[in-house]
Nanobody, 115 residues
Framework: QVQLVESGGGLVQPGGSLRLSCAAS????????MGWYRQAPGKQRELVAT???????TYQDSVKGRFTISRDNAKNTVYLQMNSLKPEDTAVYYC?????????WGNGTLVTVSS
């Protein structure tokens, strides 16, 4: 009954920006760690960014300074603001929630960075 729904993906040119959203339902959102992962074709899924309930953030080195993760607990939503996008950022982006030793995932939203 826990659901995570991502939105905001699309096609952008190198140097462009997108904001991804992940809406959670069926779980108490504000007490859980949240994260964004991505998976490019033929590659393993990798961690992009995380945020704790109190707002502590971590980032993969390749996106540090370009991406910003945030959360709005009142809206049960986590965001990923992506600036200065590069072709290597092309991937399906997945929202992740961790609760009591379990991982919950959305179905992903596709981000394509290309000229």
């Amino acid at each position: 009954q826990v659901q995570l729904v991502e939105s905001g993906g699309g096609l952008v040119q190198p140097g462009g920006s997108l904001r991804l959203s992940c809406a959670a339902s069926g779980i108490i959102f504000w007490i859980n760690d949240m994260g964004w992962y991505r998976q490019a074709p033929g590659k393993q899924r990798e961690l992009v960014a995380t945020i704790t309930p109190s707002g502590t953030k971590t980032y993969q080195d390749s996106v540090k300074g370009r991406f910003t993760i945030s959360r709005d607990n009142a809206k049960n939503t986590v965001y990923l603001q992506m600036n200065s996008l590069k072709p290597e950022d092309t991937a399906v982006y997945y929202c992740n929630l961790q609760h009591s030793g379990r991982n919950y995932w959305g179905n992903g939203t596709l981000v394509t960075v290309s000229s």
